[in-house]
Structure formats: C-alpha cells, structure tokens
C-alpha cells in the first residue's frame, strides 16, 4: 500500500458494546511522536479494547490482556501523552479507580507534506512492523480458541491471499472497491443491537503491498 493510502488500525479482539465510538472520531496520524507511541502491540490492543468496549478501569484492561495493571498504567500514559487515551471521572465516583477512554474510534496513516523527513519515515516503519505483529498476534488468539469455537463459525472463517499483476492505479482502485464492501458490512453489522443472537465480532483485516518472493 502506497504512502498516499490511508491505513486504518484498531486491533481488538473484545466484545462490543453500547459505548463504541461514532465513525467519525477517526484521526489521521502522520505525527512521528504519536506513531511511536503506538508503535506497540500492546498499546495497539489496549486502544483497541477501549475503542470497542468502551471506557475501562486499569483493573479491567489488565484483566482482559493478562497484563500487569502497573504495565497497563505505564502504556496509558504514553498513549496519552499524545492524545490518543485520556483519564475521565469514574462513574461511581470511586477515586481509587483508575478510568480511560479512547479519544478516537481509529486512526489513519496519512502522508505528510515534509518530503524525505527520515524521523517520520522510521517511525512510521515501526508503527507498521508493530501492526503487523499486532495482526499476527490476534489470530494467534482466535487459532487458540479455535478448538472450542461451534462448527458454524470454524466453517464461516477464511485465510485467503493472491498475488495479482497490477499497476499502482489498479490497485488503488481495488482496495476502493473492496472499502467499498466492507463499509456495506459495516452498516449492516451496525444494525445489530449488543444482544442480537449470533452476532459475534469479527476481524477483517485489509492488506495489500508489492510482492516480492
């Protein structure tokens, strides 16, 4: 995917609920000091487990990941420190805990008018790299579970890739079509309330780059 695509992160494998944020909250990024913070698969997930489930203690983020609240606490603070996570009052107002929230529903890469600045360039290498094993990771998860999972969704689930002869427009103009799709699937699974029978999340993850063997 070229520098002018925008890529879109959100990692998470927890449950949805009523708290999601609206789809425009997304930002687009090409700050090298926030891509660095991120550039963590564990910040990544922390983002997206505050994304989807909405405002989280400490506690229950440490619970969800299998971190160490003290962990936690030290990777909130760097997310945010730019902006990305920020504290809010507990709604039972119990001050010993810790509360945060996500201050976006995504975030975009996007390019930046500085030409050949190197800082942005290897921060941005990171922040892919550390996506990268984000998404490897996640379906580490899901093929743990697997074994559990009913025989509906084993046989719903796909891992396909094709390496196709294309130019740079072509491309381009696919992965619109296939946003396309997948905004259409978005809609659709935004009708669903938290408690529609057999509507679980699921990951969709869009990638395409120049092959090289």
């Not at 990305?84 to 805990?97: A, F």
């Not at 990771?137 to 396909?160: H, I, V």
Request: include cysteine.
């Amino acid at each position: 995917m070229g520098d002018d695509e925008k890529e879109t992160f959100a990692m998470t494998d927890a449950t949805p609920s009523e708290t999601r944020m609206p789809k425009d909250a997304a930002v687009t990024v090409t700050n090298a000091d926030t891509l660095r913070a991120m550039a963590s698969p564990i910040r990544m997930r922390i983002l997206g487990t505050l994304r989807v489930n909405g405002e989280q203690t400490v506690g229950n983020i440490s619970e969800q990941l299998g971190e160490a609240p003290g962990a936690i606490s030290y990777h909130l603070g760097q997310l945010a420190r730019v902006g990305l996570v920020e504290k809010v009052r507990s709604p039972d107002g119990d001050r010993r805990k810790s509360w945060w929230k996500a201050c976006q529903s995504a975030v975009r890469l996007g390019s930046s008018e500085e030409k050949n600045n190197a800082d942005k360039a290897k921060a941005m290498d990171l922040f892919r790299r550390s996506a990268a094993l984000s998404y490897e990771m996640a379906y580490e998860r899901f093929l743990d579970r697997l074994p559990e999972l009913p025989r509906e969704w084993t046989d719903s689930c796909t891992s396909d890739d094709h390496v196709l002869n294309l130019t740079a427009e072509e491309m381009r103009s696919m992965i619109e079509e296939l946003n396309e799709v997948v905004r259409r699937w978005q809609i659709k699974a935004g009708m669903h309330g938290d408690d529609e029978p057999g509507a679980e999340p699921v990951a969709l993850i869009l990638q395409a780059f120049r092959w090289f063997s």
